[in-house]
């Protein structure tokens, strides 16, 4: 069983920053995918930015030059830092952990962008 306990988020300006960090308890053996997907009201889940197990990382368009996802393996964290925040990165934020067939989510953090 994996667990993933998410912190960070909250309110900010616009152009304004904040990091999101996702803590991973469990065993952990290797991965397919870990990264943060968000889901902003009434639209559906998106890819924000994720780790490939060669080491990629994959960025959704709309944050590519903005974000930044690092992960600490002594810590087994990851970490999404966010600058130059628009009121459209407004959504809620999840942790994703993948691996073989196991597929685990956090349980969201809010972001909330005002203009």
């Known amino acids: 069983q994996v667990q993933l306990v998410e912190s960070g988020g909250g309110f900010v300006q616009a152009g304004g920053s904040l990091r999101l960090s996702c803590a991973l308890r469990?065993?952990?053996?290797?991965?397919?995918?870990l990264g943060w997907y968000r889901q902003a009201p009434g639209k559906q889940r998106e890819l924000v930015a994720a780790?490939?197990?060669?080491?990629?990382?994959l960025y959704g368009n709309s944050v590519k030059g903005r974000f930044t996802l690092s992960r600490a393996n002594a810590a087994n964290t990851i970490d999404l830092r966010m600058n130059s925040l628009r009121p459209e990165d407004t959504a809620v934020y999840y942790c994703?952990?993948?691996?073989?067939?196991?597929?685990?989510w956090g349980q969201g953090t809010q972001v909330t962008v005002s203009s």
């Open positions: 469990g065993r952990i053996s290797g991965f397919s995918e």
């Open positions: 994703r952990y993948k691996f073989d067939t196991l597929d685990y």
């Open positions: 780790l490939t197990p060669s080491y990629d990382t």
